[in-house]
Structures are given as C-alpha cells and as structure tokens.
C-alpha cells in the first residue's frame, strides 16, 4: 500500500523484566515463549501488531521474517542480550536483574531489525497484570463521617474511613482534549516513526518532556476520541470500563487487546462532548506498560490570532465567570512566546459593573493575577494579541493556558498548613469548612434571587389583576353608555 510518509518504519515498545520470567501471566500469552523470550512483556502481542501494520502496508521482505515467530523472538532476545553485554558496566542494566529495561524494536521495510534499551522505573507484577481496573481507594465514594459521641459534632475517622478529597497515594496525572482534530490514517491505526500528529498534540498541550506527568487526548475528525498521545485510556461509562474502538482511529494496543481478552473492558464510542471537568480514567502506558489513574484537567486551552493594526476592544477575545461579593479570584495565564517575538499579548480582567482589576501589556510565560471582587457580578478575562509591526513572524499565534480560581480553591493551602503548624487533616477540613461556607453563602445569594424574582411575580400579578379589573370595569361603563345613547338617539327620530 502507498503512502504518503516515506522512509518510516514500524516500532513497538516492549519491557524486559527478569520478573516476568516468573509470571504465569506472560507466558499463556503464548506458550511457545522461551525463557528468554519470557522476559519480554507480551511479546507475541507486540509481534501481531507488527504483523498487522507490515500486512497492511505491503512490506513483503518484513512479513516472511514476523510470520515466523520463533525466528522473530530469538532474534529480539539475541540482540536484547547483546545490549546487556554492551552495557554490563552500567549497574542499573547488568544481567543480574537489578533493574528492568524499555526495549525499543524497531523494523525496517528490507527486513532488517534494530533494538535500542534503555532503564524504566521498576513495576509490580500485579499492575503489569491488573486483575481488574477498579478505582483506587481514595477516588472511591467515601463512607460518611461519624459524628463523635464525646463531643457531640467533632469528626471521628475510622481505619477505613477518610475525607473525600484526600489521597492515600499518587496524585492523578492531568489529563487535556487536545484543542484540534486529528483526520484518522494507517499511521494512527499502526504504530510508526511517523508520529507527527502526537508531536503536534503534546505541543498544543504544552507537554514538551516524556517525562512530564501530563496526557493529553486525540480527537477525530468526527469528534470521537481516538487515543492518548502515549496511552490507550479507559472510561467508566454505565458501570463498565469502555475503551474508544479501532473504528475511532487509535492504534491497536498490546495492552488494550489482553485487556479486552481479560473482559476488564469493553469497545465502545466516547464523543469528545461527554468528557467532564474532573473525571476519573484509567490509562495503560504503552511505554512500560503501567496502570495510571488520572483525572481529566480544567484548565483551558487556546490560540489566539495576531491581528495586525492598534489595539481594539472589538477584537478581543474574552473568557467570562461568575463571582460573589468579597471573593478572592486567581487568574492564572500560561501563554507562550516571548516579549519581542513580533507580537504583543494584552490582558484586559474586568467585571461587569465598570471595576477594572489587572490591565498587563506585553504577557508571555506564566502569569499570576488575584483580585477581590466588589459585588455580585461576572467578570471577564480578556486577551488581545496585536502584531508588532517593527518585527517579522512566520506563525502570528501565541497559545493560551488559562486557570481561574475562585474562593477556597484560589489560596494557596500549603503555605497556610506551613504558616499555621495545621496538621493535614487539619488544612483538609479548613479547606472544607471554607467550600461548605461558599456553598452556603451562594445558596443564600440564591434565596435572595428567587425571594426578589417572587415579589416581582406577585407584583406583576397584582397590576396585572388590576388592569384586568380596569379595563373591564371600562368596557362595562362604555357598553352602558352606549345602550343609554342609542336608546336616546332612536328616541329622538321617533324609532322607538
């Protein structure tokens, strides 16, 4: 089959771990596994897939040598093994085991088969094995807080019980829709070097490092997710796990197939639209095949278009809240570029009533703004990006991290914790304390609302009543003035 990408080749990523020559797991994958081979995670997966593309893609000279399985693994671990004699005097990567490693099999169109190694962190066999994919136990619903009997309202935690927004391990890695479409192709279906279409995610995300606890999601031209620009993510959608099938453009996983096979979860279409703020996913890392559980990030994302000309309010581009009175905000900017790169970046923050809180010119990099709000009103986060005209730029767009923080969620709790010797739990519930009392506070600004919206109904009903009784009263006393003049006017010709 043709293509348009020339001289690419087809990959995959595999781990070797000593331990998994111990896994029964590993070996039913195939069982003509040797013990070499045992050590490679899923290997005759990975040799499917790389099957499947080289099919597909018409590479005659590759097939014969990936259709012959046992040829393919003992060349791998040949020159797997090779590596490890290169690099024996690297403690982390000798033959005896101290560490696992990512191995890099790369295929090329003549047949020919290059291994790159390199270290990855130590994983438990169980999570390179999940037996199931349920939540972790501090992002499970939590049992209600026991009210003390000694004090009558203090809170008492149980060995199994815990707030609700706090955490017994890792935080949750952020997770990103990435703001353009990606047009599905054989190279998304299958795993190459032409990777271009990742590349270009990360970087809108502003993921520039592998090593950055960050993912961000590929979306269809149809709006379906495809894919995790280095993972397969799994979605809790009517009590199941729902993985985005092959038909939405994502690649063929090794990982996403033995989940499939486990039923740990299920095919199905997840559209952009559904995705919410804070939801919980699970994602397998293709790189060393881990489990992680993130949460989908809030922060928004966007370009804005350089515009040639003087600044103009009628060009800028603005993002609007809601705040209550005496309420702290932080407005928190990401933008890229830099000052005297052809463009200048100004923010307008603003309410609705005429209060203007932070006027910047010339924003690049992170940027930090907080202000109090002075009534019950929205505000606004304006940018304007404006060309300078003493300088020359190929691509006039600067892209926008956007974060806004309003009430409990904009103070900064670990330098409180720090200021005040709070214990965690401590920080947690003043944290709380601080939520519940928005919450009140806003369903009492509600309550007045909707006492103000009733007496204006009630009112409107009254001068509704009465105009009713005026205009009928009118068009009784016009209908008796009428009879009582016809009768006089008849009377006066003679009529009656």
Partial sequence: ???????????????????????????????????????????????DRMLQAAEHFDWNNTKPFLLDFGRFALSV??????????????????????????????????????????????????????HSLDLPQHRKESKPLKVSPLTGGGLTLGSHDFIPTSQDGAPPWPIYVDTQRTVPSAFTKYKTSERSMYNSARSRADITDL???????????????????????????????????????????????????????????????????????????????????????TSLKFDIQAHPGHESASKERCIRNFVAKDQLVVVTATVSGSRGDGMVLNMHIKDAVGNDFHKPRDVAGENRYAFTSHSDSAFDVCFENVLDNHAQTHTPIRHVELDIDIGADAKDWSAIQAGEKLKPVETELRRIEELVEEIVSEMDYLKGRETKLRDTNESTNERVKWFAYGTMGMLVGLGAWQVVYLRAYFRSKHLI
């Fill in 211 to 297: 090593g950055v606890e960050k993912e961000v999601l590929l979306v269809s031209n149809t709006g379906e997710i495809m894919e995790g620009s280095m993972t397969t993510p799994y979605f809790r959608r009517q009590e199941r796990w729902v993985t985005p099938p092959l038909a939405s453009g994502g690649q063929m996983g090794t990982t996403r197939r033995w989940a499939l096979e486990k039923d740990l979860c299920v095919e199905g279409v997840v559209r952009v639209e559904e995705l919410e703020d804070g939801e919980d996913i699970w994602l397998l890392a293709r790189l060393t095949s881990l489990l992680l559980f993130i949460s989908l990030g």
């Fill in 77 to 130: 671990t040949d020159k797997v093994t090779a590596k490890l004699g290169e690099n024996a005097n690297q403690e982390p990567i000798t033959s005896n085991g101290k560490g696992p490693l990512r191995v890099k099999i790369v295929v090329h169109e003549d047949g020919r088969v290059d291994v790159e190694t390199g270290l990855t962190p130590p994983v438990a066999l169980d999570a390179l094995f999940p």
């Fill in 1 to 47: 089959m043709n293509t348009n990408v020339d001289q690419f080749q087809l990959f995959t990523s595999i781990r070797y771990d000593l331990q998994l020559g111990r896994s029964t797991a590993n070996h039913d994958s195939d069982p003509q596994l040797n013990n070499s081979a045992d050590n490679l995670y899923m290997l005759p997966y990975h040799r």
